[in-house]
Protein backbone atom coordinates (compact mmCIF):
# COMPACT_ATOMS: atom_id res chain seq x y z
CA UNK A 1 0.00 0.00 0.00
CA UNK A 2 2.84 2.17 0.78
CA UNK A 3 4.16 1.64 -2.64
CA UNK A 4 0.96 2.53 -4.09
CA UNK A 5 0.92 5.32 -2.17
CA UNK A 6 4.35 6.38 -3.40
CA UNK A 7 3.81 6.38 -6.69
CA UNK A 8 0.40 8.25 -6.41
CA UNK A 9 2.40 11.10 -5.23
CA UNK A 10 5.00 10.92 -7.82
CA UNK A 11 1.98 11.41 -10.45
CA UNK A 12 0.82 14.17 -8.31
CA UNK A 13 4.27 15.78 -8.66
CA UNK A 14 5.48 15.13 -12.33
CA UNK A 15 1.58 15.35 -13.74
CA UNK A 16 2.64 12.67 -16.43
CA UNK A 17 2.51 8.99 -15.84
CA UNK A 18 5.65 8.42 -17.96
CA UNK A 19 7.94 10.51 -15.84
CA UNK A 20 5.88 9.68 -12.83
CA UNK A 21 6.79 6.10 -13.05
CA UNK A 22 10.53 6.29 -14.37
CA UNK A 23 10.75 9.03 -11.17
CA UNK A 24 9.76 6.04 -9.33
CA UNK A 25 12.14 3.45 -11.29
CA UNK A 26 8.80 1.62 -12.72
CA UNK A 27 7.60 0.51 -16.05
CA UNK A 28 4.80 2.66 -17.06
CA UNK A 29 2.31 -0.48 -17.47
CA UNK A 30 3.68 -1.55 -13.78
CA UNK A 31 2.80 1.68 -12.43
CA UNK A 32 -0.91 1.82 -14.05
CA UNK A 33 -1.06 -1.60 -12.51
CA UNK A 34 -0.95 -0.67 -9.33
CA UNK A 35 -2.83 2.51 -9.28
CA UNK A 36 -6.12 0.41 -10.72
CA UNK A 37 -5.19 -1.87 -8.26
CA UNK A 38 -5.43 1.02 -5.35
CA UNK A 39 -8.67 2.35 -6.89
CA UNK A 40 -9.85 -1.58 -6.35
CA UNK A 41 -8.93 -1.77 -3.05
CA UNK A 42 -10.46 2.01 -1.99
CA UNK A 43 -13.57 1.26 -4.61
CA UNK A 44 -13.29 4.64 -6.63
CA UNK A 45 -11.62 6.36 -9.63
CA UNK A 46 -8.84 8.61 -8.60
CA UNK A 47 -7.25 9.52 -11.85
CA UNK A 48 -9.15 10.74 -15.08
CA UNK A 49 -7.58 8.96 -17.52
CA UNK A 50 -7.33 9.51 -21.40
CA UNK A 51 -4.68 9.80 -24.14
CA UNK A 52 -2.37 11.46 -21.14
CA UNK A 53 -2.57 12.29 -17.79
CA UNK A 54 -6.08 14.55 -17.09
CA UNK A 55 -5.94 15.15 -12.92
CA UNK A 56 -7.44 13.67 -10.44
CA UNK A 57 -10.73 12.98 -9.30
CA UNK A 58 -12.27 14.50 -6.49
CA UNK A 59 -11.77 11.24 -4.50
CA UNK A 60 -8.31 11.28 -6.03
CA UNK A 61 -7.70 14.48 -4.49
CA UNK A 62 -8.95 13.79 -1.19
CA UNK A 63 -6.69 10.42 -1.54
CA UNK A 64 -3.85 12.83 -2.23
CA UNK A 65 -4.29 14.18 1.00
CA UNK A 66 -4.09 10.67 2.64
CA UNK A 67 -1.25 9.49 0.78
CA UNK A 68 0.84 13.18 1.68
CA UNK A 69 0.25 12.08 5.79
CA UNK A 70 0.63 8.20 5.94
CA UNK A 71 3.42 8.44 3.81
CA UNK A 72 5.11 11.34 5.53
CA UNK A 73 4.70 9.21 8.82
CA UNK A 74 6.02 5.83 7.45
CA UNK A 75 9.26 8.23 6.21
CA UNK A 76 9.64 9.83 9.56
CA UNK A 77 9.16 6.59 11.50
CA UNK A 78 12.04 5.09 9.24
CA UNK A 79 14.37 8.16 10.04
CA UNK A 80 13.38 8.28 13.48
CA UNK A 81 14.22 4.31 13.77
CA UNK A 82 17.66 4.94 11.78
CA UNK A 83 18.70 7.88 13.86
CA UNK A 84 18.36 5.55 17.22
CA UNK A 85 20.15 3.21 15.26
CA UNK A 86 23.35 5.42 14.03
CA UNK A 87 22.72 8.94 15.16
CA UNK A 88 21.41 11.72 13.03
CA UNK A 89 21.93 11.51 9.62
CA UNK A 90 20.49 11.86 5.92
CA UNK A 91 19.94 14.73 3.33
CA UNK A 92 17.38 17.98 4.01
CA UNK A 93 16.16 19.07 1.33
CA UNK A 94 15.12 23.11 1.95
CA UNK A 95 13.38 25.27 -0.93
CA UNK A 96 13.74 29.17 -0.58
CA UNK A 97 12.40 32.36 -1.54
CA UNK A 98 15.50 34.33 -3.62
CA UNK A 99 15.28 36.75 -1.09
CA UNK A 100 15.69 34.33 1.66
CA UNK A 101 18.75 33.03 0.27
CA UNK A 102 21.12 34.69 1.71
CA UNK A 103 20.22 33.58 4.92
CA UNK A 104 20.08 29.82 4.19
CA UNK A 105 23.72 29.34 5.37
CA UNK A 106 22.47 31.14 9.18
CA UNK A 107 21.01 27.51 9.61
CA UNK A 108 22.97 25.20 7.57
CA UNK A 109 26.33 26.10 9.09
CA UNK A 110 25.38 25.70 13.09
CA UNK A 111 23.49 22.92 11.81
CA UNK A 112 26.07 21.38 10.10
CA UNK A 113 28.97 21.89 13.22
CA UNK A 114 26.54 20.17 15.35
CA UNK A 115 25.87 17.59 13.04
CA UNK A 116 28.21 17.04 10.63
CA UNK A 117 26.64 13.67 9.18
CA UNK A 118 23.69 15.73 7.44
CA UNK A 119 24.39 17.23 4.00
CA UNK A 120 21.56 19.70 2.34
CA UNK A 121 19.91 20.21 -0.86
CA UNK A 122 18.79 24.28 -1.28
CA UNK A 123 16.70 25.09 -4.16
CA UNK A 124 15.11 28.81 -5.29
CA UNK A 125 11.66 29.12 -6.28
CA UNK A 126 8.72 31.14 -5.70
CA UNK A 127 6.77 31.44 -2.43
CA UNK A 128 3.85 29.19 -3.63
CA UNK A 129 6.43 26.68 -5.02
CA UNK A 130 8.01 26.27 -1.94
CA UNK A 131 4.53 26.15 -0.47
CA UNK A 132 3.59 23.54 -2.79
CA UNK A 133 6.91 21.40 -2.90
CA UNK A 134 6.33 20.81 1.01
CA UNK A 135 2.60 19.80 1.18
CA UNK A 136 3.91 17.32 -1.69
CA UNK A 137 7.27 15.70 0.75
CA UNK A 138 9.16 17.03 -2.09
CA UNK A 139 11.37 19.39 0.62
CA UNK A 140 11.63 18.83 3.79
CA UNK A 141 11.56 22.38 5.26
CA UNK A 142 11.25 26.11 3.52
CA UNK A 143 12.00 29.49 4.08
CA UNK A 144 9.02 32.17 2.84
CA UNK A 145 7.37 35.14 4.22
CA UNK A 146 4.78 34.11 6.79
CA UNK A 147 2.46 36.85 6.72
CA UNK A 148 2.23 38.19 3.42
CA UNK A 149 0.15 35.40 2.05
CA UNK A 150 -2.08 32.42 3.37
CA UNK A 151 0.77 29.32 4.05
CA UNK A 152 -1.80 26.47 4.51
CA UNK A 153 -1.10 23.61 6.57
CA UNK A 154 2.50 24.56 7.86
CA UNK A 155 4.38 25.17 11.06
CA UNK A 156 6.37 28.23 10.77
CA UNK A 157 9.34 30.02 12.62
CA UNK A 158 9.94 33.21 12.39
CA UNK A 159 13.27 34.38 11.43
CA UNK A 160 13.63 37.87 10.95
CA UNK A 161 11.64 41.20 9.88
CA UNK A 162 12.42 42.02 6.29
CA UNK A 163 13.09 45.47 5.39
CA UNK A 164 14.20 47.64 2.28
CA UNK A 165 16.35 49.18 0.21
CA UNK A 166 16.95 51.10 -2.91
CA UNK A 167 20.37 49.90 -4.44
CA UNK A 168 21.91 52.20 -6.44
CA UNK A 169 25.16 53.94 -7.72
CA UNK A 170 26.34 56.56 -5.43
CA UNK A 171 25.78 59.22 -8.80
CA UNK A 172 22.70 57.80 -10.08
CA UNK A 173 19.28 58.71 -8.85
CA UNK A 174 19.46 59.46 -4.98
CA UNK A 175 22.37 57.95 -4.53
CA UNK A 176 23.76 60.61 -2.33
CA UNK A 177 20.43 60.34 0.24
CA UNK A 178 20.87 58.66 3.41
CA UNK A 179 17.41 57.77 3.10
CA UNK A 180 14.61 57.58 0.24
CA UNK A 181 10.67 57.27 0.32
CA UNK A 182 8.84 54.50 -2.00
CA UNK A 183 7.34 57.71 -3.88
CA UNK A 184 10.65 58.79 -5.00
CA UNK A 185 11.73 54.79 -5.80
CA UNK A 186 9.15 55.42 -8.23
CA UNK A 187 10.99 57.65 -10.15
CA UNK A 188 14.01 55.32 -10.61
CA UNK A 189 14.77 53.50 -13.56
CA UNK A 190 14.39 49.78 -11.15
CA UNK A 191 15.28 46.56 -12.20
CA UNK A 192 12.87 43.88 -9.94
CA UNK A 193 12.14 40.06 -9.60
CA UNK A 194 9.25 38.78 -11.67
CA UNK A 195 5.54 39.17 -10.46
CA UNK A 196 5.46 35.62 -10.09
CA UNK A 197 7.70 36.21 -6.94
CA UNK A 198 6.11 36.97 -3.80
CA UNK A 199 8.92 39.92 -3.19
CA UNK A 200 8.17 41.47 -6.11
CA UNK A 201 4.65 41.65 -4.75
CA UNK A 202 5.47 43.20 -1.88
CA UNK A 203 7.56 46.03 -3.51
CA UNK A 204 4.72 46.64 -6.25
CA UNK A 205 1.79 46.89 -3.00
CA UNK A 206 4.38 49.60 -1.83
CA UNK A 207 4.67 51.48 -4.58
CA UNK A 208 1.06 51.48 -5.26
CA UNK A 209 0.10 52.74 -1.57
CA UNK A 210 1.65 56.04 -2.63
CA UNK A 211 0.42 56.17 -6.01
CA UNK A 212 3.28 55.26 -7.90
CA UNK A 213 3.34 51.71 -9.99
CA UNK A 214 6.25 49.65 -10.97
CA UNK A 215 7.67 49.78 -14.46
CA UNK A 216 10.80 48.00 -14.27
CA UNK A 217 12.97 48.35 -17.11
CA UNK A 218 14.82 44.53 -16.44
CA UNK A 219 12.62 41.70 -14.55
CA UNK A 220 14.25 38.36 -13.58
CA UNK A 221 13.63 35.33 -11.65
CA UNK A 222 17.94 36.10 -10.16
CA UNK A 223 18.90 37.96 -7.38
CA UNK A 224 22.53 38.38 -8.67
CA UNK A 225 20.96 39.23 -12.50
CA UNK A 226 19.58 42.39 -10.87
CA UNK A 227 22.92 43.01 -8.48
CA UNK A 228 24.93 42.57 -11.74
CA UNK A 229 22.98 45.22 -13.45
CA UNK A 230 22.93 47.35 -10.47
CA UNK A 231 26.54 47.23 -10.48
CA UNK A 232 27.16 48.76 -13.67
CA UNK A 233 25.46 51.98 -12.73
CA UNK A 234 22.58 51.84 -14.84
CA UNK A 235 19.50 50.42 -12.90
CA UNK A 236 18.73 50.44 -9.61
CA UNK A 237 16.95 47.93 -7.71
CA UNK A 238 15.04 46.81 -4.24
CA UNK A 239 16.11 44.14 -2.27
CA UNK A 240 15.45 43.09 0.95
CA UNK A 241 18.19 44.51 3.96
CA UNK A 242 19.83 41.61 5.31
CA UNK A 243 20.03 40.39 1.32
CA UNK A 244 22.15 43.60 0.50
CA UNK A 245 24.11 42.96 3.55
CA UNK A 246 25.09 39.33 2.53
CA UNK A 247 26.11 40.82 -1.00
CA UNK A 248 29.10 42.52 0.44
CA UNK A 249 28.15 45.95 -1.17
CA UNK A 250 31.44 47.14 -3.12
CA UNK A 251 31.58 50.83 -3.45
CA UNK A 252 29.84 51.11 -6.75
CA UNK A 253 26.63 49.78 -4.66
CA UNK A 254 24.80 51.99 -1.97
CA UNK A 255 22.16 50.37 -0.08
CA UNK A 256 19.57 53.36 1.33
CA UNK A 257 16.79 52.49 3.79
CA UNK A 258 13.12 53.02 2.16
CA UNK A 259 10.94 55.22 4.26
CA UNK A 260 7.28 56.42 3.84
CA UNK A 261 5.77 54.04 4.67
CA UNK A 262 8.42 51.49 6.71
CA UNK A 263 7.10 47.95 4.76
CA UNK A 264 8.48 45.23 7.12
CA UNK A 265 7.13 41.59 6.65
CA UNK A 266 8.18 38.20 8.46
CA UNK A 267 10.54 35.68 7.00
CA UNK A 268 10.91 32.39 8.64
CA UNK A 269 11.03 28.21 8.51
CA UNK A 270 7.89 26.36 7.58
CA UNK A 271 7.91 22.54 7.82
CA UNK A 272 4.90 20.27 7.55
CA UNK A 273 2.36 20.31 10.10
CA UNK A 274 3.46 16.76 11.77
CA UNK A 275 3.36 15.71 14.87
CA UNK A 276 5.94 14.62 15.48
CA UNK A 277 8.45 16.06 13.63
CA UNK A 278 11.42 13.79 11.88
CA UNK A 279 14.34 13.87 13.85
CA UNK A 280 15.99 15.48 11.02
CA UNK A 281 13.50 18.39 10.75
CA UNK A 282 12.86 18.73 14.95
CA UNK A 283 16.50 19.50 14.76
CA UNK A 284 16.32 22.39 12.00
CA UNK A 285 13.49 23.76 14.15
CA UNK A 286 15.65 24.13 17.53
CA UNK A 287 18.33 25.49 15.32
CA UNK A 288 16.47 27.84 13.52
CA UNK A 289 14.86 29.12 17.13
CA UNK A 290 18.16 29.37 18.53
CA UNK A 291 19.32 31.49 15.91
CA UNK A 292 16.29 34.00 15.32
CA UNK A 293 17.38 36.42 18.09
CA UNK A 294 20.48 36.62 16.25
CA UNK A 295 18.94 37.58 12.97
CA UNK A 296 17.51 40.36 14.36
CA UNK A 297 20.10 42.31 15.43
Given at each position: ????L????A??K?????????????????????????????G?M???R???????????????D?????????????????????????E???????????????LT?????????V???????????????????????????????????????????E???????????F???????????????????????Q????????????G????P???????I????????????????????ET???????R??????????????????????????????AQI??????????
Amino acid sequence: MIDKLELLLALAKERHFGRAAEACGVTQPTMSTSLKQLEEVLGVMLVQRGSRFQGFTPEGERTLDWARRIVGDVRAMRQEIDTLKEGLSGEIAIAAIPAALGMVASLTTPFQLRHPNVSFRIMSCASIAVLGLLENLEVDAGLTYLENEPLGKVRSIPLYNESYRLLTAPDGMFGDRDQVTWKEVGQVPLCLLTSDMQNRRIIDRALKSVGVEAMPTLTSNSIIVLYTHVKTGRWASVMPAKLAETLCLSDAVRSIPIIDPTVTYSVGLVVPQRDPLTPLIAALAQIAREVAPTLES
